[in-house]
T-cell receptor, first 114, second 114 residues
Framework: DAGVIQSPRHEVTEMGQEVTLRCKPI?????LFWYRQTMMRGLELLIY????????DSGMPEDRFSAKMPNASFSTLKIQPSEPRDSAVYFC????????????FGSGTRLTVV | AQSVAQPEDQVNVAEGNPLTVKCTYS??????LFWYVQYPNRGLQFLLK??????LVKGSYGFEAEFNKSQTSFHLKKPSALVSDSALYFC????????????FGKGTRLSVIA
């Protein structure tokens, strides 16, 4: 398996533009997580899905952020409109069912909003 | 509620010396405990986990961790540090009781000096 695949690896956009980050989880994994990593706040859980259904989006910072998982092999995180304070590395992770399962992380998308 | 504390932001150790990265946790029941490592410009990688059984868990790259229930700790150790071990290390916990997301610590930056 190729692991969790995120695209793009880097994104530079202007303030006010829409940004879409993409994630393909590992086949057979039932859970998908979106995280944001910054120097100031560390690793923050934004939202997670179980069997394509959003379970907890309490970590989504504002209404400008939205996430979807239309099928078991694809998820998107959208920011509209983007702001400079959204600049961070965004990670996607997936795992199997079963509490003992660990996460597999993607390589992340480094977002810079100028 | 679940929580993890990594009391040291930075740990410096000389190459060849033993290293310890500290982690304490809080859960309502029994814990699943994990260590992840993040190298520059990479996603988090699984190192090892404690589920049940032997309190000493061995993982990747010669790392091990000791589960101590009375002290609610899960410190990461390695007998002889390598310069290539320099990275950011995260401890994470989840309660046995449910399928809640892992709670991650803030991370400890390990620098191994030649």
């Amino acid at each position: 398996d190729a692991g969790v695949i995120q695209s793009p690896r880097h994104e530079v956009t202007e303030m006010g533009q829409e940004v879409t980050l993409r994630c393909k989880p590992i086949s057979g994994h039932d859970y998908l997580f979106w995280y944001r990593q910054t120097m100031m706040r560390g690793l923050e859980l934004l939202i997670y899905f179980n069997n394509n259904v959003p379970i907890d989006d309490s970590g989504m910072p504002e209404d400008r952020f939205s996430a979807k998982m239309p099928n078991a092999s694809f998820s998107t995180l959208k920011i509209q409109p983007s702001e400079p304070r959204d600049s961070a590395v965004y990670f996607c992770a997936s795992r199997e069912s079963g509490g003992a399962s660990g996460y597999t992380f993607g390589s992340g998308t480094r977002l810079t909003v100028v | 509620a679940q929580s993890v504390a990594q009391p040291e932001d930075q740990v410096n150790v000389a190459e060849g010396n033993p290293l310890t990265v500290k982690c304490t946790y809080s859960v309502s029941g029994n814990p699943y405990l994990f260590w992840y490592v993040q190298y520059p410009n990479r996603g988090l990688q699984f190192l090892l986990k404690y589920i049940t059984g032997d309190n000493l868990v061995k993982g990747s790259y010669g790392f091990e961790a000791e589960f101590n229930k009375s002290q609610t700790s899960f410190h990461l150790k390695k007998p002889s540090a390598l310069v290539s071990d320099s990275a950011l290390y995260f401890c994470a916990v989840r309660d046995w009781g449910g399928n809640t997301p892992l709670v991650f610590g803030k991370g400890t930056r390990l620098s191994v000096i030649a």
